[in-house]
């Protein structure tokens, strides 16, 4: 029987069906024809070869995929072709021209791309609305939105951009750039550090040309897939792969024997089996026992329904709690302790006892997921002639995928080719392998190119979480406020695996002090593993956790002592110089202080408002710190017409492209139009680490800038054969063929050091954020105030503090990522994601102490330390609001706890 579509039919009261042969439609202006039975997103990607429109969800609640049907928005990996019969289809690629580069412009000009994954199907639902309301209202604007997420931005520059698309639309604006990043639109000058530069890949993203990994395609191409395991711990007894073997278009079947080289992998610990064994227990639903490799998508997943596998399931350890137990089952052989770390300063207990005002507390905050909107892809070639294997990814840094790759092929580092495509952010969330070893091993194996892409719901499966943490402390000040002392326990479940999960506790213990002026501190952390899904690296590392429970204890004093809160935090606020609860000294540039005065006139203006207001504090470290080799790297490579800057850092919607090009535009005197920035590969561009730690700004940017000056002193040295001659305005076309280089070692000292103030990072960044409800308790607007060093590009930093504080918020009051017995319940659609309409205006207020004239043009790094205070002065708000003292995350008893209640669908 022909695929059918099923709808009800009021003329007759009855349902009726409707057989389809083939599907007719006008796509783009052309009439098409197609086979029913898929979606549309499938049909536009897979046969019409159009890849703007994004697979990211799979559950028509992100907006990726919108395309226009007869002019309105429709979500196409849900809309099956047979609802577009007769219809008008048109995507981002059919748009006219210079109608498309309007959108685009806008949405650049405004910095509203950032990733530009959702930036197509962004673009799309504000077509559709301008043509209906050529000057929407800013509510107007965010309800059209309501059904495209944005991780990124935090919304408020894309309804910015939609204004000033309309207003162009209505001649009300010219079109030409300030400052524009992209070397398409001509030379305007040269560019300084401070200027709001425009991306330098924001067109390409917005017109929808930049290509991510699932929009590569290449002959003889295979598709792969991996079985996982549906218990989070059990011992596998057998896999039987026959029946998968034996069916058609399945070119390999692959299980643990299959892997050349060494099987267990991991960032910092190798416990991480790429495939699990027979004879092996699996230890969460991510689990992979074996993967297929087939000529189609649909025959991959048959593939996978054909193998066998017999279980004996465990009872899973689900918590700390149950695997500390006495008797517990160790999931590991070291035990089920992944890390125990300590901070001990002064005599907190002496300190405590004299303290004239004390509060406990016990904060607990669950897990919660990156929700990238780019699931995770990888594109593997086979070993070419040399018996190099190739791999595209999209993951946070080429030369970890490099490493894991080789060793899973037990092959060299060097014949393993890492290079990386446009990244749909990452947050943390891509520094793990996924699917690259996977695409590696299936193409080594099958000898063809494999492509391997999580679905949403598979993505959601296996990467690591943000750490859910169980935090215990006790602070004290004396009678006038003066904090004394801080003992401290947290406790993080790191899940099945130990990733990041060390680091990111020490993060938490050396920040559970606060940004505050005193020395008497007792901290200790534990990550535990257990069968929930592996915790690692997310955005504030840590930090946002502890920042939550310091932040409600320094209320809950400045309440006991009777002063102002935002008083109470200026009186305890770390200075210059002064050490900070972890030891460290701050630096000459700190203005912590600065940033709480910065808040002051909105803290009162909310007050006499009659209206409830929190606020917090936070810091985070810049760089990987304490005594680990830290380094960035840069080289510029000169052509006769430009110069390309070459660095294995990836920008995964932060910006790092648009700082570096910046840095060298800044120090050679060019035009962005004269500087290309070329994405990470480990064949071309050298290693700088991960783009974790907000480091990247400072010691990537700092690298870029010592490679300008090496190619400024072969200048004034006289390397260039002869006089400088400009060739089309370029100044250093005589250098053409020549690579400089730039290196710069951030030096720090290890955790145990004995020194009495030990330089634990190169820096920290400090902010304070004000959150103010109306009178319903709803968010009524942010006020951040932020002291990151020099601002190497204001329309970029205002970009991250929005996107920070977005998810700041819904950490605060949405988002969770629910388990049962180990195993995860949620859609995406239910993950807690706050929505254009939802997210309120949010102001940025930049301050700068002494700016120092070191590294990086003296920039500390936003990324992090954007997504720190705002949760505990959300949580600092609603106290305000009704009296009640909130210690878990997402806050109860909001208006949107009520709304977590249903779905984050539109």
């Known amino acids: 029987m022909p695929p059918s579509l099923r709808f009800w039919d009021s003329r007759f009261g009855r349902a009726s069906v409707i057989l389809f042969a083939m ?60 609802r577009v019969d007769g219809a008008h289809i048109v995507t981002l690629e059919g748009l006219p021209a210079d109608e498309r580069n309007l959108y685009a412009r806008a949405f650049a000009e405004a910095g509203a791309v950032q990733c530009g994954f959702c930036t197509p199907g962004m673009i799309l639902a504000t077509k559709a609305l301008l043509d209906v309301r050529p000057d929407p209202t800013e509510a107007e604007i965010a309800r059209a939105l309501k059904g495209n997420l944005c991780r990124c931005t935090g919304y408020r520059k894309i309804i910015a951009a939609v204004r000033l698309a309309a207003a162009r639309r209505r001649g009300e604006a010219a079109c030409d750039f300030a400052k524009n990043g992209d070397a398409e639109n001509g030379d305007v000058g040269s560019t300084r550090i401070g200027d709001a530069l425009v991306r330098v890949d924001a067109i390409l993203k917005a017109e929808g040309r930049a290509r991510y990994v699932d929009d590569l395609s290449v002959p003889g191409m295979l598709y792969g897939a991996a079985l996982r395991s549906p218990h989070p711990r059990a ?38 089996p790429t495939l699990v064994a027979v004879g092996e227990e699996t230890r969460y639903v991510g689990d992979a026992l074996a993967l297929v490799a087939a000529e189609s998508p649909e025959s991959a997943r048959a593939a996978l329904s054909a193998i066998r596998v017999a279980y004996e399931p465990l009872p899973p350890l689900s918590s700390p709690k149950a695997s500390l137990a006495e008797g517990a089952p160790c999931l590991h052989p070291e035990g089920n302790v992944l890390s125990r770390l300590r901070l001990r300063r002064g005599d907190p207990d002496a300190a405590l006892a004299r303290a004239a005002h004390r509060v406990a507390l016990r904060v607990a905050t669950p897990f919660t997921d990156h929700a990238f909107l780019e699931p995770e892809a990888a594109l593997a070639f086979p070993p070419d002639a040399e018996g190099v294997v190739c791999v595209h990814t999209g993951e946070q840094n080429v030369y970890d995928g490099q490493r894991y790759v080789a060793e899973t092929l037990g092959i060299p580092l060097e014949k393993v080719r890492v290079r990386s495509e446009y990244i749909g952010g990452g947050f943390g969330g891509k520094e793990d392998q996924t699917v690259q070893h996977h695409a590696a091993l299936l193409a080594f194996l099958a000898r063809r190119p494999v492509k391997c892409v999580f679905s949403r719901a598979e993505s959601m499966l296996v990467h690591v979480k943000r750490h859910a943490m169980e935090i215990e402390l006790e602070a004290g000040c004396d009678e006038s406020g003066r904090l004394l002392a801080l ?38 952390g534990l990550a535990v593993y257990t069968n929930n899904p592996p915790a690692g690296a997310f955005r504030g590392f840590g930090v946002p956790q502890a920042a939550f429970a310091l932040e409600l204890a320094v209320d809950e004093l400045a309440s006991k002592v009777g002063l102002d809160p935002l008083e109470f935090r200026l009186r305890n606020s770390v200075r210059p110089g002064e050490p900070l609860p972890n030891g460290q000294r701050a630096g000459p540039e700190t203005a912590l202080r600065e940033c709480l005065l910065a808040l002051k006139p909105s803290w009162e203006a909310a007050k006499a408002a009659g209206r409830a207001a929190g ?102 040295g006289g390397d260039t054969g002869g006089a400088i001659k400009p060739v089309r305005g370029f100044p250093y076309a005589a250098l053409a063929g020549r690579t400089f280089e730039g290196e710069y070692f951030a030096e720090t000292d290890p955790f145990d050091s004995d020194k009495a103030n030990p330089v634990r990072h190169i820096a920290y960044s400090y902010a304070a954020h004000l959150v103010e409800l109306d009178e319903e308790g709803r968010l009524a607007r942010v006020v951040a105030a932020h002291d990151s060093g020099l601002v190497v590009n204001p329309l970029a930093f205002e970009g991250q503090v929005e996107g920070g504080v977005a998810m700041a918020l819904g950490f605060a009051l949405t988002e969770d990522f629910p388990l049962a017995d180990c195993v995860p319940t949620a859609r995406f659609g239910n993950l807690g994601l706050l929505r254009a309409d939802e997210v309120p205006p949010i102001e940025t207020i930049i301050v700068r102490g002494e700016v120092p004239s070191g590294a990086g043009y003296g920039a500390k790094g936003v990324g992090e330390i954007s997504a720190i205070p705002t949760t505990a002065a959300c949580a600092n708000a609603y106290r305000a609001f009704d009296g009640r003292l909130r210690t878990s995350l997402p806050l109860e008893g909001t208006p949107y706890a009520r709304r977590r209640a249903g779905s984050s669908s539109p």
């Open 23 to 82: 599907v007719y439609f006008t796509l783009n202006g052309r009439a098409v024809s197609a086979e029913p039975g898929q979606s549309l997103l499938i049909y536009l990607r897979g046969v019409a070869c159009l890849s703007a429109a994004k697979n990211a969800c799979g559950e028509g609640v992100c907006g990726a995929c919108t395309v226009l049907r007869d002019g309105r928005p429709i979500r196409s990996c849900v809309t099956p072709l047979e």
């Open 235 to 272: 011992r596998i007894l057998s896999i039987d792969t026959s029946a998968a073997r034996a069916l058609p278009g399945v070119v390999v079947v692959a299980r643990a024997e299959d892997i050349p080289g060494r099987r267990y992998i991991g960032k910092l610990v190798a416990d991480w």
């Open 487 to 524: 003992r401290g326990r947290i406790v993080a479940d790191t899940g099945a695996y130990a990733s990041l999960g060390s680091p990111v506790v020490h993060r938490a213990v050396t920040h559970l002090g606060g940004p505050y002026a005193y020395s008497d501190i007792d901290v200790e």
């Open 615 to 716: 606020i917090a504090c936070g810091f985070k470290n810049t760089g990987i710190g304490v005594g680990h080799r830290d380094i960035g790297r840069c080289a510029l490579r000169v052509f006769e017409d430009h110069v390309e800057v070459l660095s294995g850092a990836a920008c995964i919607g932060q910006g790092l492209a648009t700082v570096l090009a910046q840095v060298v535009c800044d120090t050679l005197g060019l035009s962005p139009s004269f500087v290309s920035v070329l994405r990470p590969d480990t064949a071309l561009t050298p290693n700088s680490g991960t783009t974790t730690a907000s480091r990247q700004t400072l010691l990537s940017g700092e690298a870029a800038r010592r490679a300008a000056c090496a190619l400024l002193a072969a200048v004034r």
